[in-house]
């Protein structure tokens, strides 16, 4: 173990809530693991907003390194499905929760969370992809599995944020027709320019409705929760599906049994902290495959470690177009 300092976004509790700083720390800082990882990239997600304001009880222990994702290369390894060198990504698992984080230069972890990058993906694209991105792709995968080809009108909710966004490309890569719900009508260039067909009102959704709407959805994409998710639902069409991810909006579901038993719609819960290994890497193999470095740059902007704090409340406000990448290691 070296004893070498190198930099870290650090939260530490204090008497009014906690604290966050970028502070050199050494691995003795680090939780013990079987690999270390020279952290190059790490991405900013809602989740990653929460803990940086100190909400949602997001972080478990302190001091934490909080990020929940990072792509790297092997520094050392005492696993033998990994070796120096080795380009790998970790989404979940509980880091930068209860388990030091990707906001640093440096990472330990267990190798049984890594994954080793997909042939022609660079650490920059997969954290392009990131948490919400394999999110996203494990979403439509969902849908596919469920047997909603494309044909018929699907929704993407909170269509310009991370899991959205990455979402609205994958599906209308996948051939899908898609809508976009968004409540930023000035993205409506940006979404159309992902693919969606037609851009819809969040207004339209927010509200309590009926139990039954119009059939309008042969499938869905949610990361709001709430009101939206109960009217996607009654607007779902005979045997169509919703796969749930995010609570952007609320994590009550007021609804009815109607959607389920009269229109045999399914509501399909989508976690990638705990997704099996086989299915993630599945789902990284699709995303290396189907999104290009155009696509990238569509859905993605730059920041380094010292403008994390500053970004969190702008994230939850929903005011943070697609994904924003993390240079961890300072240019130049």
Request: aromatic share 6%; hydrophobic share 45%.
């Amino acid at each position: 173990m070296t004893s070498e300092a190198f930099r870290a976004l650090l939260a530490r509790k204090t008497e009014s809530g906690q604290a966050i700083a970028l502070e050199q720390i050494t691995e003795a800082d680090l939780p013990a693991g079987d690999v270390t990882v020279d952290v190059e990239y790490s991405s900013f997600n809602y989740k990653d907003g929460l803990a940086l304001k100190g909400l949602g009880r997001i972080l478990r222990t302190f001091p934490m390194v909080p990020g929940i994702d990072f792509a790297g290369t092997v520094r050392a390894s005492d696993n033998a499905g990994f070796k120096a060198g080795d380009k790998v990504v970790l989404t979940g698992w509980g880091v930068g929760e209860s388990w030091s984080g990707g906001f640093a230069e440096r990472a330990r972890v267990k190798g049984e969370w890594l994954v080793k990058l997909p042939v022609g993906l660079s650490t920059r694209q997969a954290m392009a992809i990131g948490t919400a991105g394999l999110t996203a792709m494990l979403c439509a995968d969902a849908l596919e599995r469920y047997g909603i080809t494309p044909g018929g009108d699907v929704l993407v909710t909170g269509a310009a944020g991370g899991v959205g966004s990455v979402a609205v490309r994958v599906l209308s890569r996948l051939g899908y027709k898609v809508s976009a719900l968004t409540g930023r009508r000035g993205e409506a260039d940006f979404l159309t320019g992902l693919g969606a067909s037609a851009i819809v009102d969040r207004a339209d959704y927010a509200s309590p409705g009926k139990p039954l709407a119009g059939e309008r959805w042969a499938g869905a994409v949610d990361t709001a929760g709430g009101a939206i998710l109960a009217n996607v639902l009654a607007a779902t069409a005979y045997g169509g599906a919703v796969a749930a991810c995010g609570l952007a909006a609320s994590s009550e579901l007021a609804t009815t049994v109607f959607p389920f038993i009269l229109r045999n719609v399914a509501l399909l819960g989508v976690d990638s902290v705990n997704c099996p290994t086989a299915r993630r890497l599945a789902a990284w193999e699709r995303l290396a495959t189907l999104l290009t470095e155009a696509d990238f740059a569509l859905v993605t902007h730059e920041v380094e470690l010292e403008a994390l704090p500053a970004l969190a409340g702008d994230i939850l406000a929903g005011h943070v177009r697609g994904r924003t990448i993390v240079a961890v290691r300072p240019h130049g």
